[in-house]
T-cell receptor, first 113, second 110 residues
Framework: EAGVVQSPRYKIIEKKQPVAFWCNPISGHNTLYWYRQNLGQGPELLIRYENEEAVDDSQLPKDRFSAERLKGVDSTLKIQPAELGDSAVYLC???????????FGPGTRLTVL | AQRVTQPEKLLSVFKGAPVELKCNYSYSGSPELFWYVQYSRQRLQLLLRHISRESIKGFTADLNKGETSFHLKKPFAQEEDSAMYYCALSGRNTGNQFYFGTGTSLTVIP
């Protein structure tokens, strides 16, 4: 079992460009999380999915961020257009359900120039 | 508001010395508290959760509702304990929203 898979691991883009991150959770995990982690800070939840339904997206900046989890498995997080302040590590995590342990992916380190 | 505070960004202790990483929280109701750890070049992973009431790698944490604290303790620190530690909170009152603290970087000096 590879655990939670994320790609790409690193991404460098210029501001105003679009970017997308992909996450494949552990098989059988119904709950999927996207976090953003700024330098020197803890992870901040952006959105949580229960199967294919987004049940908590209150921290997602909806003017430029979007996410989807088609078929309740893989998920994609998109930023369009990216801003300098979006530079961060984007973490994906999954769990059997919202009450169980979260398993984290390796993260995608985004640098916006 | 539901928040987690880790007052120490950096903590250094000598090998064999006791270590305590502090975590305070604010929450209306009965929270679930967790400690996550990230070793160098590894993924963030769960260390322990308060409902388990177990010791992992010699670490324990007791939920003190009176002081709203969930400090992580180990009587004798080891070099392999050097890592980043995050306290986290969840609870039904917040729809199981997850909140992480800012983390404490622990260095165990040989």
């Amino acid at each position: 079992e590879a655990g939670v898979v994320q790609s790409p691991r690193y991404k460098i883009i210029e501001k105003k460009q679009p970017v997308a991150f992909w996450c494949n959770p552990i098989s059988g995990h119904n709950t999927l999380y996207w976090y953003r982690q700024n330098l020197g800070q803890g992870p901040e939840l952006l959105i949580r999915y229960e199967n294919e339904e987004a049940v908590d997206d209150s921290q997602l900046p909806k003017d430029r961020f979007s996410a989807e989890r088609l078929k309740g498995v893989d998920s994609t997080l998109k930023i369009q257009p990216a801003e300098l302040g979006d530079s961060a590590v984007y973490l994906c995590a999954s769990s059997l359900d919202a009450l169980n342990e979260q398993f984290f992916g390796p993260g995608t380190r985004l640098t916006v120039l | 508001a539901q928040r987690v505070t880790q007052p120490e960004k950096l903590l250094s202790v000598f090998k064999g010395a006791p270590v305590e990483l502090k975590c305070n929280y604010s929450y209306s109701g009965s929270p679930e508290l967790f400690w996550y750890v990230q070793y160098s070049r590894q993924r963030l992973q769960l260390l322990l959760r308060h409902i388990s009431r177990e010791s992992i790698k010699g670490f324990t944490a007791d939920l003190n509702k009176g002081e709203t604290s969930f400090h992580l303790k180990k009587p004798f620190a080891q070099e392999e304990d050097s890592a980043m530690y995050y306290c986290a909170l969840s609870g039904r009152n917040t729809g199981n929203q997850f909140y992480f603290g800012t983390g404490t970087s622990l260095t165990v000096i040989p």
